[in-house]
Structure formats: C-alpha cells, structure tokens
C-alpha cells in the first residue's frame, strides 16, 4: 500500500533526492536485524554498511544516534560478543564508506550543516508550530498545494487508510511499553521536529514506511477480531 501512495509514486517518478530520505527504513531494518538476527557476525557487517551510507542523507545521524543511545546496553553486549575479525571487518566496511564523506567536509566544512538539517534562517515558534501542523494535515486533510509531490490537494491517507491507522495506534498504546512503540514514536518525534524547524513537506515520506506498518497492524487485529466474530 505504501508504494502506491501518491507522494511515493511522485518521488520516485522525479527521482528526488528525497527518496534517500527513506534510508531511514533501512536503519530500522537494520536495528531489527542486530536484535532478531540469528547471525550476529552477517547482522553487523550489513549494520556497518547502513549506517555508513546512511550518513550521506541529511539529519540520520540523528537517528543512528538516538537508536544507539537507546539501545546502548543491548549494542555493547552484542558488539563484545564478536570475535576480533568480524570486529575489524565492520571496521573497513564503514571506513571505506565512510571516508568520501569525512574528506568532503574537511574540504568543505559548509557540508556538516547540510548533513545535520540545520536551516540558514531558524524559524520561530509559531512558524514551527505551523510546519508541524501542515504536515499532520497532508496526510489525513489537506495537502499543500504541490503538483510536484502532491495529487492537487488531496491527503496522503485516504478514509480507509486512516481508519485502520487510528485501529493500529490504539493497538499500539496497548502495548506502550514495548520497544516497537517506543521507537516508532521516536521516529515521529525526530522527523516531525525536523520539519517543524526546515519547513520542508516532503520529510513527511520520512514516517510514511511506518505509518503503513501501524497501518498494518490495525488491519491485522480487524482481521483477527472478524474471524473470530465469522470463521472460516
């Protein structure tokens, strides 16, 4: 359902280079992989990867971070349990990646401000407030007049998608204390906080792969409840 959104369809299409925005998926993923993943050795090589090439895309420092930070203690025990050539391994892998990027700011160290989202002119509160109200609105009222991205004016979510979004979300804070809610809000919170001070609409593509997870998982427990009210 998410890559027949319109926004998603639009992008793509222009090939923008807020397509890379997504990379926060991958992260996600990746955070998954290291936590579920049965081959720990294969989790952090790929992670090393990611996380290298997700510092290209603006503002996932942010994220790299904060997910570190949160996860900090099951990270450590996951790292010290590698032998020394996996260890070093995952150390080449970011480096090579890693190193185009670190000489193009020592060369132009303008660049750091582009990659942490910072805005030439910081906006005021209630300008913040707006940003951050306008984007809410593109996706359950009205979008932002913007052939580019944008079908007219029309919200990303339709009635349907939103109805079984709210079911997801009630679902979801059933389960608040579990480490899925608090990083799907964490994700929210960084993404929503960054368009509030840059003002640019299209980060919403940002939190769309995981407003169809929540979608999904309100679609999932409707199922469940109507099988039980109809079996097969």
């Known amino acids: 359902m998410f890559a027949t959104t319109t926004m998603f369809l639009q992008t793509a ?8 925005l ?3 998926l991958a992260l996600f993923a990746v955070g998954a992989l290291i936590r579920f993943g049965r081959r720990v050795e294969i989790s952090w090589m790929v992670a090393s990867a990611v996380i290298a090439l997700s510092l290209y895309t603006p503002v996932m420092i942010y ?3 904060a997910g570190a930070l949160w996860q900090f203690r099951r ?3 996951s790292f010290e349990e590698l032998p020394s050539r996996t260890i070093i391994i995952c150390a080449a892998i970011f480096s090579v990646l890693a190193t185009p990027l670190a000489v193009s700011i020592i060369r132009d160290p ?4 582009e990659l942490l989202g910072i805005p030439a002119v910081w906006p005021t509160l209630t300008e913040a407030g707006l940003n951050v109200g306008r984007a809410v609105l593109s996706l359950f009222v009205v979008s932002p007049y913007n052939p580019t991205y944008w079908l007219g004016r029309q919200p990303i979510l339709d009635i349907f998608a939103t109805a079984l979004f709210v079911y997801g979300i009630s679902s979801l804070f059933r389960s608040f204390r579990l480490d899925r809610f608090l990083a799907l809000l964490g994700i929210a919170v960084l993404t929503f906080a960054w ?4 003002g640019n609409m299209q ?5 769309l792969p995981f407003i169809y997870i929540i979608l999904g998982l ?3 427990n409707l199922t469940g409840k109507w099988l039980k009210v109809f079996p097969r």
């Open 63 to 65: 994220f790299v971070i």
């Open 218 to 220: 309100g679609l999932q």
């Open 13 to 20: 299409r222009h090939a923008s280079p807020n397509v890379m």
């Open 203 to 207: 980060a919403i593509i940002m939190v």
């Open 110 to 113: 303008s660049l750091y401000k």
């Open 22 to 24: 997504l990379s926060l």
């Open 75 to 77: 990270v450590r025990n």
């Open 195 to 198: 368009i509030a001070i840059t």
